[in-house]
């Protein structure tokens, strides 16, 4: 089965210029597998006019955002869209990252950022994750039930849930497939959704996941270095 490979670029890279170079030659990657880079929303356009047939006519590689507001139009300054994201032809958004959650986003925000998403018709990637010395299970349950209260049932199964323990996002200290696999099949004993894991994956152990169960991976510093996505992508 085809395996959802998303790259989470954060606020990188520095210049457009280096951000077009690492975008074709992700885009070049010959793979079975889906991907779809989110990079920051400032580049999102540069990439549509840059190369509009290599980015939207190879349905291997869509795009994606970081976050997205929760309406479509008005004085909220700084904020971006859905339907600006899908005007670009975005198709995915992140939802609720812990490095947002950090910056005070509440599972309120996060809820309704999730039912404008898929109003719009995006596929929102949801987010959750125990922090160092938390009971995942325990996080989990509770985030998952304030952030999909309110969304329908036909909806609820559009919505990829990610797996992220936010002490395992950048520090290299990845959780064992194995200790991650308990977590999926919690979560998949609520939800039959798609379920990805993402914390510290690098090429190394990217298929130990996906051979668990794991429907796919969302990578962040390694999706910065294209030699070490390709691997990824391309062995998973
Ligand atoms: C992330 O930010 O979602 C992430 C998984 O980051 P990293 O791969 O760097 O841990």
């Known amino acids: 089965m085809k395996k959802l490979i998303i790259a989470n670029w954060k606020m990188n890279p520095g210049t457009l210029i280096k951000a077009k170079k690492l975008f074709n030659r ?3 990657i010959k793979t079975k597998n ?62 609720g990252h812990s490095e947002r959650r950090a ?11 999730l039912r404008a998403a898929l109003k719009t018709g995006l596929t929102p990637i949801l987010c959750v994750g125990e922090k160092k010395g938390e009971n995942a299970k325990r ?14 049932k036909k909806d609820l199964k559009k ?6 323990p936010v002490w395992a996002i950048g520090t290299g200290n990845f959780c064992s497939a194995n200790k991650a696999n308990k977590v999926r099949e919690f979560i998949k004993e609520k939800l039959d959704n798609k379920i990805l894991y993402g914390g510290s994956v690098n090429s190394k152990i ?31």
């Open 26 to 28: 992700v885009d070049k």
């Open 103 to 113: 910056l005070s986003e509440t599972e309120e925000i996060i809820e309704k950022k």
């Open 159 to 164: 919505v990829i849930i990610a797996y992220e």
């Open 139 to 152: 996080v989990i349950n509770n985030q998952l039930k304030k952030d999909l209260k309110g969304i329908s």
């Open 206 to 236: 990217a298929k130990d996941y996906l051979k668990i169960g794991f429907d796919g991976l969302l990578i962040g510093n390694a999706s910065l270095d294209a030699e070490e996505f390709r691997k990824i992508a391309k062995n998973a």
């Open 34 to 95: 889906k991907i779809v880079i989110c990079p920051p929303f400032v580049y999102i356009s540069k990439f549509k006019r840059a190369k509009p047939s290599q980015a939207y006519q190879n349905s291997k590689l869509q795009l994606g955002a970081q976050d997205c507001f929760w309406t479509e139009e008005g004085p909220y300054t700084g904020e971006i869209s859905p339907s600006m994201l899908k005007d670009l032809r975005v198709a995915y958004v992140i939802i």
